[in-house]
């Protein structure tokens, strides 16, 4: 069964360093997301990206956070300068056209010292 | 968003029914109700989803009210691998693109 993947399962970063967490989504969906989830809170919506720009984003996605689709199968995001408050289980999902069913990944948890 | 409110727990025993509510009363028209669950340690899974009729899938059946004001999820055979948190979450009726937007959910606990 097609699922998502994610890399790496778990980042160490020191506070101010850029961090690229990496996501490759199931092979013909069209839609891709971010979410986050700090350790004990909610799921939390960061962006959708679609056609190869940005569709939906939160107030979370302000402009230290990036996404990129730089290759048919990769789907990164991009926190340019990390902070304490980052730190947080970072999943990645998608979607098929025409369905509503989001496929997550199993997250990457990003720890920021 | 429009909100959706879940008890914040409950429990059941291993191979019975579990019913799940879920309120929504200011749904809009053109919103979808998803169920979505957390098991330990794992990303959030597909569960099911609706708009007016009752839908069933091989996890579970999903029972809407008349007036959609609220829902019901339905685990007909509860096994110990369905202890996860179960959102109800209203979306998508931008279609594709719409980010999910997660509560607090209800932690459902399986006693053996």
């Known amino acids: 069964e097609p699922e998502v993947t994610q890399t790496p399962s778990h980042q160490v970063t020191q506070m101010g360093q850029e961090v690229i967490l990496r996501c490759v989504p199931i092979?013909?969906?069209?839609?891709f997301y971010w979410y986050r989830q700090i350790l004990g809170q909610k799921v939390e919506f960061l962006v959708s990206?679609?056609?190869?720009?940005?569709?939906?984003k939160s107030e979370i996605f302000d402009d230290q956070f990036s996404v990129e689709r730089p290759d048919g199968s990769n789907f990164t995001l991009k926190i340019r300068s990390t902070k304490l408050e980052d730190s947080a289980m970072y999943f990645c999902?998608?979607?098929?056209?025409?369905?509503?069913?989001?496929?997550f990944g199993p997250g990457t948890r990003l720890t920021v010292l | 968003d429009a909100k959706t409110t879940q008890p914040n727990s409950m429990e059941s025993n291993e191979e019975e029914p579990v019913h799940l509510p879920c309120n929504h009363s200011?749904?809009?028209?053109?919103?979808?109700i998803h169920w979505y669950r957390q098991l330990p340690s794992q990303g959030p899974e597909y569960v099911i989803h609706?708009?007016?009729s009752n839908v069933n899938n091989r996890m579970a059946s999903l029972a809407i009210a008349e007036d959609r004001k609220s829902s019901t999820l339905i685990l007909h055979r509860a096994t110990l691998r369905d202890a996860a948190v179960y959102y109800c979450?209203?979306?998508?009726?931008?279609?594709?693109?719409?980010?999910?937007?997660f509560g607090k959910g209800t932690h459902l606990i399986i006693q053996p």
């Open positions: 999902a998608s979607s098929d056209a025409g369905s509503y069913e989001q496929f």
């Open positions: 092979s013909n969906h069209l839609y």
């Open positions: 990206f679609y056609n190869n720009e940005i569709s939906e």
């Open positions: 200011t749904i809009s028209g053109t919103d979808y």
């Open positions: 609706g708009l007016t």
């Open positions: 979450i209203l979306c998508c009726s931008r279609g594709g693109a719409d980010g999910l937007t």
